[in-house]
């Protein structure tokens, strides 16, 4: 019996070690396949209804603490998508008694013992359900000002500042505990606040903005965000602010292309409100005073027009001394002159005289740190599709893929078969490709032979069981 104990045993371990050979065997599957078992697919965003906003909202109003903070958390991490339903939102719950209201966030601050300033409205909502008929628009309004400090952007953010006068500025506090968390990514939305039709309002906002030394145009463009930077510009002039002409006018020639934009974009909207501006600035810039028949238009054209010239000329200074530089096989320094020039002049006419360097400091760069390299050449890639060296760069691209799949334990042929079809003499690829092929067939022979090992096994076992206990019965019957 031990003997068949021992077979069993074997036989097992046998035909359990096939389906891991199998499963070993195979692992170098398509580039989509090993994507699609590493990362979740990913879900169309669409676009959110009234309906489904109140759905996610409705929990919010139960008896159930837990189902509320679920709730609260779903709703809070909707993004810039859904402002619109709960600018919606808002607005219905704006019906709700005034009355009721306040009392419900007074019992929720005054649970929590501590300043209306420092109090989560949100939270202390959630904790505790007040009696009567205001609790449910009070927390849902919580809520979506949570939301909309989440999403964080200007058209947001507008919608967060309004709560603040709803239900006698029962809401007043939390708005600007969120505002002074988001601190500059305020700042549009509370210059933009002076259009409202509430004198109440402005002043509040403004006193906001004066808390956060925002007083003055100059004090409002101190940003590090572009984008944050070129709201305020198209916020100024959407209040007309004529004081802020000044400071919207230095931004017109930036090397940042999105804060020049939207300073041309913010001049104009002044029309011939900013002519006076626009003739000084010309006359500084050409040396000479602008037609008296041009209008704001015309003058803000030339001078926008002499601006570029001014600024691609040191651009294209910039780029000589980069092929200057790749001569002299200075590829560091060709490399750092001609992302200058990419960040002043992305597309540059002449963008395409830079891809050799990027190729040679990537090639470089490969042999040391791989996913540098492998950003370069993307770079490259993107600098100019049409450049004749595309086949030689997406090749060098899907080897370095296929490499980086290969150190995350991936064994993929797919961008090595890729990069011979784009360059046949590619060496390195063709070697990691042969190399993976042979371990398939190696790994193929083994589960072959386990397979053929354990054929035996079974056999060997069939027939002991077979003949060998047969032979046994007679004995048994004698000693009895």
């Known amino acids: 019996m031990r003997r068949y104990a021992s077979l069993a045993v074997l036989l097992t371990t046998l035909l359990a070690g096939a389906p891991a050979l199998a499963q070993e065997n195979s692992e170098p599957a398509s580039a989509a396949t090993a994507a699609a078992k590493e990362a979740p697919a990913g879900r169309a965003i669409e676009t959110m209804s009234d309906a489904d906003l109140e759905r996610m909202l409705a929990p919010l109003g139960g008896d159930d603490v837990e189902a509320r903070r679920a709730a609260a958390k779903s709703v809070a991490s909707l993004g810039q998508d859904a402002v619109p339903v709960i600018t919606k939102q808002l607005a219905t719950q704006r019906k709700a008694n005034t009355i009721a209201v306040a009392a419900a966030v007074k019992a929720a601050r005054d649970a929590t013992r501590k300043s209306a300033e420092s109090t989560d409205l949100c939270d202390a909502l959630l904790e505790t359900k007040s009696e009567g008929g205001g609790y449910t628009p009070a927390v849902t309004t919580a809520v979506l000002l949570r939301a909309l400090a989440h999403a964080g952007t200007t058209p947001a953010l507008r919608q967060l500042i309004k709560v603040a006068g709803d239900h006698g500025n029962a809401f007043r506090p939390e708005v600007a505990r969120h505002l002074k968390e ?250 990691e490709l042969a190399r993976l092929e042979a371990n398939v067939e190696d790994r193929q022979e083994r589960i072959r032979a386990f397979a053929a090992a354990g054929a035996v096994v079974v056999v060997a076992l069939a027939g002991i069981i077979l003949f060998g206990g047969g032979r046994r019965r007679p004995r048994r019957a004698a000693s009895a």
Do not use: C
């Not at 300073?263 to 000479?288: C, H, I, P, T």
């Not at 360097?357 to 370069?376: F, N, P, W």
């Open 182 to 431: 988001l601190g500059d990514k305020a700042v549009p939305a509370l210059i933009e606040t002076r259009k409202e039709p509430s004198s109440e309002l402005r002043r509040w906002a403004a006193s906001q903005l004066e808390g956060m030394g925002k007083r003055i145009a100059g004090d409002a463009v101190q940003t590090k965000d572009n984008q944050v930077l070129a709201d305020v510009l198209r916020a100024f002039a959407n209040v007309h602010d004529i004081d802020a002409l000044a400071v919207i006018l230095s931004f017109v020639n930036s090397d940042r292309i999105q804060v020049r934009a939207a300073a041309r974009d913010a001049l104009g909207q002044f029309g011939q409100d900013a002519v006076w501006k626009l003739r000084e600035a010309y006359s500084n810039v050409m040396g000479k005073p602008a037609p008296d028949a041009w209008q704001a238009t015309q003058i803000a054209k030339e001078l926008f027009a002499a601006y570029d010239r001014l600024r691609l000329q040191e651009v294209y200074g910039l780029l000589d001394e980069g092929l200057a530089k790749e001569k002299e096989g200075k590829l560091d320094e060709a490399v750092a002159a001609f992302d200058k020039v990419l960040a002043r002049q992305p597309m540059i006419d002449r963008r395409g005289e830079m891809v050799s360097a990027y190729v040679a400091y990537a090639e470089k760069a490969s042999e040391t740190d791989s996913a540098k390299a492998l950003a370069v050449y993307r770079k490259a890639a993107r600098l100019w599709p049409e450049s004749a060296r595309i086949p030689h760069i997406e090749a060098e691209i899907a080897y370095l893929e296929g490499k980086e799949l290969l150190a995350r334990g991936i064994a993929d042929v797919e961008p090595f078969q890729r990069a011979l079809r784009l360059s046949p003499g590619h060496e390195k690829a063709r070697a």
